[in-house]
């Protein structure tokens, strides 16, 4: 089993930045990729971004290509995603995911574990 613990959310203005934080424990050698999602409500969760076991970035959504950054650091089993000049529509709860069965995938059913989310508003 794998145990994914969010950090990082908060209230910003626009043009402002987040570091969000996924820290992962238990069985993480298993976990070949994680995920960014984020969802608001009445709307299905979506990837913002991904990076593969190997610490390569595999994905990242159109709306937030050259505004974000995922990494990783495997002594601390934690996956960061920089989020950079931020707008009101980046507004959501962000959850991390891990997924075992393969690499990054856009679809949040290929992902075996998430975590408890964590709440990021933007303000105009």
């Known amino acids: 089993q794998v145990q994914l613990v969010e950090a990082g959310g908060g209230f910003v203005q626009a043009g402002g930045s987040l570091r969000l934080t996924c820290a992962a424990s238990?069985?993480?050698?298993?976990?070949?990729?994680v995920g960014w999602f984020r969802q608001v409500p009445g709307m299905e969760r979506e990837l913002r971004g991904c990076?593969?076991?190997?610490?390569?970035?595999?994905y990242y959504a159109d709306s937030v290509k050259g505004r974000s950054t995922i990494s990783r650091d495997n002594a601390l089993n934690t996956v960061y995603l920089q989020m950079n000049s931020l707008k009101p529509e980046d507004t959501a709860v962000y959850y991390c995911?891990?997924?075992?069965?393969?690499?990054?995938?856009?679809?949040?059913?290929?992902?075996?574990?998430w975590g408890q989310g964590t709440q990021v508003t933007v303000s105009s």
């Open positions: 995911a891990a997924r075992s069965m393969g690499g990054c995938d856009s679809r949040p059913t290929e992902y075996n574990y």
């Open positions: 238990g069985r993480t050698f298993s976990v070949y990729a």
């Open positions: 990076i593969n076991w190997s610490g390569i970035s595999s």
